[in-house]
């Protein structure tokens, strides 16, 4: 473990992990998510709903993200709800249904494991296994992502440091897997306007610790529909290699998550304005 602090006073106090680390590999890493690369000059946008709710849902908020400009599908089948009343997702039903939207869409899709149990389920019907913010710290489901053979979007805890944050990515690698995608989705503040507080400062930090790719997810960062475009834009003002938003074909009956889920024409208005943010910082929108 190496500690980067000592006498260079613009450097940061902090530990970080060997194989994550920057200091250890310049170059940055990409990950390959069934041929779509995340971590390298194009920014890659993922869209989709909360959580699939049924063919109908999902295939037609897939298609009018796929056409807006998303390069990755995302959609939760096991979703982790605060309450046991609310809808838990539709399970192994759900998977199937991405794996024929994969087929239709020809975009590779991004689901959630929350379980050990879980992930070898997952791993047969997903292009990449998503570790959510919930789970960052459930070291055996981290030890079994390492081991998965897919690449991984780990959403950093709610509670969690950056260093933290960083320690979780390094279990992922250090079990044998180092496609890892780092995902910057809001922290606990005591602000309380917004679902979270999306801590936009932890993108350049993630970028200069690490050599691991860095998303933005503006949607449970804010909570708010409204306030996703600005942030999405800030995020890739300030680095971001990529953005993980929720779209609805209707988000006002969305069994989750509608507050925060963008409607397919605010999607593709978002889309457009990225392209002008990406060109300002020397970037585009894959
Ligand atoms: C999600 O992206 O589906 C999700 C539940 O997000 P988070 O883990 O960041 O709350
Ligand atoms: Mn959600």
Redesign the pocket.
Same mark, same amino acid.
């Not at 959510?132 to 789970?135: N, P």
């Given at each position: 473990m190496e500690t980067i602090s000592s006498n260079n006073q613009t450097d940061v106090k902090i530990t970080i992990p060997s194989l994550i680390s920057r200091k250890k590999k310049q170059e940055a890493t990409i990950v390959k998510v069934n041929g779509v690369e995340v971590g390298g000059s194009k920014v890659v946008i993922v869209a989709g709903p909360?959580?699939v709710e049924n063919m109908e849902q999902l295939f037609e908020t897939a298609r009018s993200v796929t056409t807006g400009g998303a390069k990755i599908l995302?959609g %939760?089948a096991f979703?982790?709800r605060s309450s046991p009343y609310s809808f838990q997702g539709l399970g192994e039903e759900g998977l199937k249904l991405l794996s024929q939207i994969r087929k239709e869409t020809g975009l590779p899709v991004v689901t959630?494991a929350m379980d050990t149990r879980q992930v070898e389920t997952v791993a047969k019907y997903a292009d990449m296994i998503?570790i %959510?913010?919930?789970?960052m710290q459930n070291f055996p489901l981290l030890k079994e992502a390492g081991m998965c053979g897919k690449p991984i979007l780990l959403?950093?805890g709610?509670m969690a440091t950056v260093e933290e944050f960083l320690l979780a990515a390094e279990y992922i690698l250090h079990h044998g897997n180092d496609q890892v995608i780092l995902?910057e989705? %809001?922290i606990r503040t005591f602000e309380t306007s917004t679902r979270n507080t999306l801590d936009l400062s932890a993108v350049p930090m993630l970028k200069h610790l690490s050599h691991l790719p860095v998303i933005v997810?503006p949607?449970?960062g804010t909570g708010l529909r409204w306030m996703v475009p600005a942030m999405a834009k800030a995020a890739v003002a300030v680095g971001a290699d990529g953005l993980?938003m929720?779209v609805h074909y209707k988000p006002e009956v969305a069994l989750c998550?509608g507050q925060q889920s963008l409607s397919p024409d605010e999607f593709t208005n978002l889309i457009s304005d990225l392209r002008k943010v990406a060109r300002a910082v020397d970037r585009e929108i894959s």
């Open positions: 909360c959580a995302r %939760g979703k982790p959630e998503q %959510g913010s919930r789970s959403k950093r709610m995902c989705r %809001g997810d949607s449970h993980i929720e998550d």
